[in-house]
């Protein structure tokens, strides 16, 4: 059985935002993927696009999300379905951090981030043993 402790998941930290992925094919699942984050007032999760469908469960907080040609306030309480590649991003628009689980559909996941992540990243892996993140190549359009 596995069972994740969402308090006790370890996060990452860039630029107000803090993320960690406790469930995918690195950790054994065969058909689906985690991810947690936090966003601090007036930090972003920037737009990107992923390649499985998505659904975020807000936890705590008010934070404004784009979807595909579509933005609106999400709250604590709120799900929101995030379809396959389609751009998504969130902002904090409230003074408390936003808390978010996001399930996905598949247990590995790769993520485009046109601009890049706050990590500097423009692609990551999810399910990769780390996850795995890089840049992408030159010439390469996102």
């Known amino acids: 059985m596995q ?5 006790e998941v ?4 860039a630029s107000g935002l803090r993320f960690g992925f406790p ?7 065969g058909d689906s993927a985690v991810v947690s984050f936090e966003l601090d007032p007036g930090a972003a999760l920037p737009v990107h696009t992923d390649s499985a469908e998505e659904l975020l469960l807000v936890l705590e907080g008010v934070a404004e999300a784009t979807i595909g040609d579509e933005t609106g ?3 604590a309480g709120d799900v ?6 389609a ?6 628009v409230g003074d408390v951090p936003v808390r978010v689980v996001g399930f996905f559909a598949s247990s590995t996941v790769v993520s485009l981030f046109p601009e890049g992540a706050p990590t500097g990243d ?5 399910g990769a043993p780390f996850p795995l993140a890089m840049p992408l190549p030159e010439g390469a359009v996102a």
Request: proline letters at 6%.
């Open 80 to 85: 929101a379905v995030v379809p396959a590649l």
């Open 122 to 126: 423009q692609v990551f892996v999810i």
């Open 73 to 75: 306030t999400v709250r």
């Open 23 to 29: 469930i995918s094919s690195a950790t054994g699942t």
């Open 87 to 92: 751009p998504h991003g969130l902002r904090n």
């Open 3 to 7: 069972v994740v402790t969402l308090n």
């Open 10 to 13: 370890e996060l990452v930290e």
